[in-house]
């Protein structure tokens, strides 16, 4: 790595010019103070000669470990190395070009370093939004401890690092899909207790496992609980199709609902795959940006994943209209749509309803939209004047109007939940495992 040397003056010294500029002004009408002030400053004139001989008699290295892909909306870690080679102890400020999108110029770590120090330690960064962020130099600045000057450090380190959806998730919640004793409270996941018609063995009862299931015969042989498990219905057809038009752009914890919706889609993807069920993606807004056919081949997850990390959307009204049409040119058969959208409006709803009721006579329909936690706050709080009282019926009264289309969605065999994004990927996948169980697929 390259190193760049430059020279700085800390506070420190201009702290003491101007106590000497103020000792010479008042020592021009008293004298014994011109004195003391040549006498300070023939002795500043030796710190700052024995200062820049300390901080040049040495050197510094820093290095920075970033992994080669960025996990979007989750912490991400960095690790950095710092190693000291000077004799003398330092005080070192060290900096970081983190990417703009981190906005942040602070300083890292700001401590001491005996003799010949090295120092490790990690750093979390968590983007919310997709693409390449590039990281640039490393900057050192050490002083001694007469502290008139600082020598700094600045290291060539500069790096692309790509951010995609998020595969920490993905694993996340694999581990917990396929784990049992899950329910759908305190964010786990639901238990699928095996409603097929094959047989596959008979097992030992687990917490978790549908007592309906109990082999009784099995039981009174090894003097505990057995289960039957039955092998799963495969390879169904699933689509996820994620709206990327304007009302997706809210934000949530500094990251949109698009994002979320991706992410999401993204550790869905991998269960349905682990679950031998056939995934697909579409994404739209005024028009069809992509369109993955549903297949449970290896590398399907992989395409799924470039193809989200690399949407990219102005925000326009959506049209379904143009979805319907890729979906009967490319859908064979019945098949589940996982629609990731918002309605801000009902009457942005009711537009679509003919479309949604058209398709869900041909397919399974479940509608994913995002509760406004700001309105859900409002009508939380207390009213303090006219305003609020106002402002509180209003948002009563949106929630009220949307829970109505929720159910006038049921009513005509839309599937439908409302999540807050935080709560998105757990609601989804348990509402994929609990259609499964019950045979809509």
Do not use: C
């Not at 395409?303 to 040119?329: D, P």
């Amino acid at each position: 790595m390259k190193r760049v040397l430059n020279i700085f003056l800390n506070q420190r010294f201009y702290t003491a010019l101007f106590i000497l500029i103020v000792l010479f002004v008042f020592g021009h009408f008293f004298s014994p103070l011109f004195v003391l002030s040549r006498v300070l400053l023939f002795a500043l004139s030796i710190l700052i000669i024995v200062d820049l001989f300390l901080i040049w008699q040495g050197s510094f290295s820093a290095s920075r470990k970033v992994a080669e892909r960025f996990s979007n909306g989750d912490y991400n870690s960095i690790k950095y190395e710092l190693k000291s080679a000077y004799r003398i102890r330092t005080s070192v400020v060290f900096i970081d070009e983190l990417p703009v999108q981190f906005q942040k110029r602070s300083s890292l770590i700001n401590k001491d370093f005996a003799p010949s120090e090295s120092h490790s330690f990690n750093y979390s960064v968590r983007p919310v939004k997709r693409g390449v962020y590039h990281f640039g130099k490393l900057r050192v600045l050490v002083s001694s401890k007469v502290g008139l000057f600082s020598m700094r450090y600045s290291i060539d380190a500069n790096k692309g690092v790509a951010v995609y959806p998020s595969f920490i998730q993905l694993k996340k919640h694999e581990l917990l899909a396929f784990s049992y004793n899950r329910n759908q409270q305190n964010n786990q996941l639901y238990q699928r207790p095996g409603n097929s018609r094959e047989f596959e063995q008979i097992k030992e009862y687990v917490i978790g496992d549908d007592y309906r299931k109990l082999n009784w015969k099995a039981t009174a042989r090894f003097n505990k609980l057995m289960v039957n498990e039955y092998q799963e219905e495969r390879s169904r057809h699933i689509y996820q199709l994620i709206d990327m038009g304007r009302t997706m752009k809210m934000p949530f914890s500094g990251m949109t609902l698009l994002d979320y919706a991706i992410n999401s889609s993204l550790a869905l993807s991998n269960i349905i795959l682990k679950k031998q069920d056939k995934t697909g993606l579409l994404t739209y807004s005024s028009k069809v940006h992509s369109l993955i056919k549903s297949d449970n081949r290896q590398l399907q997850l992989n395409r799924i994943l470039e193809t989200l990390y690399a949407q990219e959307t102005q925000f326009n009204e959506s049209n379904l209209e143009q979805v319907f049409a890729a979906l009967e040119k490319n859908t064979q058969g019945r098949s589940m749509l996982i629609f990731y959208t918002n309605f801000e409006s009902n009457p942005s709803l009711e537009r679509q309803l003919p479309l949604l009721k058209k398709m869900a006579k041909r397919h399974l329909v479940l509608l994913v939209t995002f509760i406004n936690t700001e309105l859900e706050e409002l009508t939380h709080d207390s009213a303090k004047n006219m305003e609020g009282i106002y402002q509180k019926a209003l948002a009563n009264n949106h929630i009220n109007n949307k829970y109505a289309l929720m159910e006038e969605l049921t009513h005509h065999g839309i599937l439908n939940i409302s999540v807050r994004p935080d709560e998105l990927t757990i609601s989804v996948i348990n509402k994929y495992l609990e259609v499964k169980d019950r045979g809509l697929i």
